[in-house]
């Protein structure tokens, strides 16, 4: 199968050509991409993101650290990532693994100091490389010096930095709201009789965005991290900054809308002036600082709203309509992509299927039998359509879940003695087929998947039809051809509901095809709604191979794709 190195070959030789017509311009770091595409950096990027615990550990005790990141910074550039979203690695009881912080202008003894983040920037800036901090926005850690001052005292100037209710009558908690994490959102303080508010587990309280001192503090930390050289934050959990003031009972909470989407404790409107005003603090840096929101929302028109009415809020907020799906539906994916593209006024889409938080899509979307050349295919639906790409660490791999039943034997510590669900997508990421698969030379703080032995980064880069091969391949055509860099978006229709299909157009009426199959049986496709005498010419990246179009008719393989020069005429 060649079609890849020869995109390679085209890929280099472009790229040399550019570099020679841009030589003498400025560029923001010695290694930095000249983009093709107009518009601030983040509306075209792939953004990967990194469970820090798990990708590299740079001295041998069995948990990745920014020096294990900065290590491996020459692999990140030869696959072409735009930027890098850490999670969290600031002092924290790990009580959820750092989204629980203790202090959030320092790095955790774990993962290293402050002057391992000041290389990792230098050395990832040098390479054309940002870097997102994960900036958790809606709670601190119980043990952050702001909360134990907050408790200390009902009249402690902090206290109302957090959110405290007195109890219902019958002694019980002020109302009957559930966390996400399972139980009662609201947890007694025995020593002032009052009860505290939090979304998530008891260890992780959640602050007060109503208060102005508390809404300064947490500015001042997002210009920590920008005058140290963050590229800006993923946000955590922006739907519940805000509750509704009035706390209704909820007396049915498990009825109508899940947990994480109920009216009085997310999805506030009073929460878009806040983000209006982290936006501001961007603002005042140089090199467009972008917000890349975790923006849980229950349709198209909420996630609409996100970006801010006059765009001046979340640039990226994730598409979970799309990153939530768990079965490969061609009409269904259709319709997201489209509405993603079509009704979100022109903004940015942000297309993801993998997160630490979500199962890994090599696993959610494999039938058991066709899983690599599936994971092609849905890596496609991530990086072919107009917008910003979210990958998460080992997907380009094809990496899949930890099976159940060897996390429920993983020993992980004091505060978690036993595996998250989540866990089974965080194990180590994996450089080679040997034991320890190069995160480690220690036992690692979780087993790697079995399947490293064949799913390794050594292994893939030697192999030209594997799935790191594709990815890459996939990045390169968004860097390097205009239709994919900077093109339109262009809904089409298949004829088969098996299949579905869309266009990225240029300014003169070129640009390319992608059609996929997904179904395990072979399908053909009569593509309908190109523009009027546009033809389709041949396959530019496809897997398996597939064959040259004849007229506007494509077959493609059990789950293939193919990607297809259009030609203007
Ligand atoms: C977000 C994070 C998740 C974390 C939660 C609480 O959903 O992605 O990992 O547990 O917020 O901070
Ligand atoms: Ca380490």
């Not at 980064?457 to 594709?470: G, K, M």
Request: aromatic share 10%; net charge negative; hydrophobic share 40%.
């Amino acid at each position: 199968m060649n079609f890849l190195f020869s995109l390679q070959r085209r890929g280099r030789a472009c790229g040399l050509a550019i570099l020679i017509a841009l030589a003498g311009s400025v560029a923001p770091g010695a290694g930095a991409r000249e983009p093709l595409a107009p518009g601030p950096w983040w509306q075209h990027a792939v953004i990967y993101e990194i469970y820090v615990r798990s990708f590299q550990d740079s001295n041998g005790d069995g948990i990745g650290d920014l020096k294990g990141i900065t290590q491996r910074l020459d692999y990140l550039q030869e696959l072409g990532v735009d930027a890098l979203w850490l999670t969290p690695f600031f002092p924290s009881p790990n009580f959820d693994f750092g989204y629980d912080v203790s202090d959030y202008t320092d790095v955790s003894p774990e993962y290293g100091s402050l002057a391992d983040w000041d290389e990792l920037v230098r050395e990832a800036d040098r390479r054309g490389i940002r870097i997102l901090v994960d900036f958790v926005l809606n709670h601190t850690s119980d043990q952050h010096a702001w909360f134990r001052a907050a408790r200390s005292a009902r009249d402690n100037p902090k206290r109302d930095w957090y959110v405290w209710r007195k109890g219902s009558s019958d002694g019980g908690p002020p109302n009957h709201w559930q966390s996400i994490f399972g139980g009662p959102a609201w947890t007694l303080d025995p020593a002032s009789g009052e009860w505290y508010y939090h979304i998530f587990l008891p260890q992780q309280p959640d602050v007060n965005w109503n208060n102005p001192q508390l809404r300064a503090a947490m500015f001042e930390v997002a210009g920590f991290w920008l005058r140290r050289g963050a590229a800006g934050f993923r946000l955590d959990a922006t739907p519940y900054l805000v509750e509704d003031p009035a706390f209704p009972d909820d007396p049915h909470p498990e009825s109508g809308p899940p947990v994480w989407l109920k009216p009085y404790n997310s999805g506030r409107p009073e929460t878009h002036e806040v983000l209006r005003q982290l936006r501001a603090v961007l603002g005042g840096f140089a090199g467009d600082p972008v917000l890349l929101g975790e923006s849980a929302t229950a349709n198209i028109a909420e996630l609409a709203a996100v970006y801010g009415k006059n765009h001046d809020e979340i640039q990226l907020p994730m598409n979970f309509l799309i990153g939530n799906l768990q079965a490969l539906d061609a009409p269904t994916f259709k319709r997201q992509i489209d509405d993603a593209q079509l009704k979100l006024g022109g903004q940015t889409p942000v297309f993801f299927l993998s997160s630490h938080d979500h199962s890994r899509q090599w696993s959610a979307f494999g039938d058991g039998t066709h899983n690599d050349q599936i994971a092609k295919l849905t890596a496609s639906l991530t990086l072919a359509p107009r917008g910003t790409a979210l990958l998460y660490y080992g997907e380009e791999l094809g990496m899949g879940d930890l099976p159940p039943q060897e996390l429920a034997q993983a020993r992980i510590g004091p505060k978690r003695p036993r595996a998250d669900e989540r866990d089974r997508a965080r194990s180590p990421m994996q450089w080679t087929g040997a034991s320890g698969v190069g995160f480690s030379s220690a036992p690692a703080w979780l087993p790697a998947a079995r399947a490293a032995a064949t799913y390794n980064v050594a292994a893939e880069r030697a192999d030209p039809d594997s799935i790191l091969h594709w990815y890459g391949a996939l990045i390169r055509l968004r860097h390097e051809d205009p239709a994919f860099a900077s093109g339109s978006y262009l809904p089409l229709e298949t004829g088969n509901a098996q299949t579905l299909a869309f266009a990225r157009m240029s300014a003169d009426g070129s640009g390319a095809v992608v059609a996929l199959n997904a179904s395990a049986q072979e399908q053909e496709l009569r593509i309908t709604g190109l523009p009027a005498h546009a033809q389709l010419r041949e396959v530019i990246l496809s897997s398996p191979a597939a064959h040259a179009p004849a007229g506007a008719t494509l077959r493609l393989a059990p789950y293939g794709v193919a990607i297809v020069r259009l030609v203007a005429p």
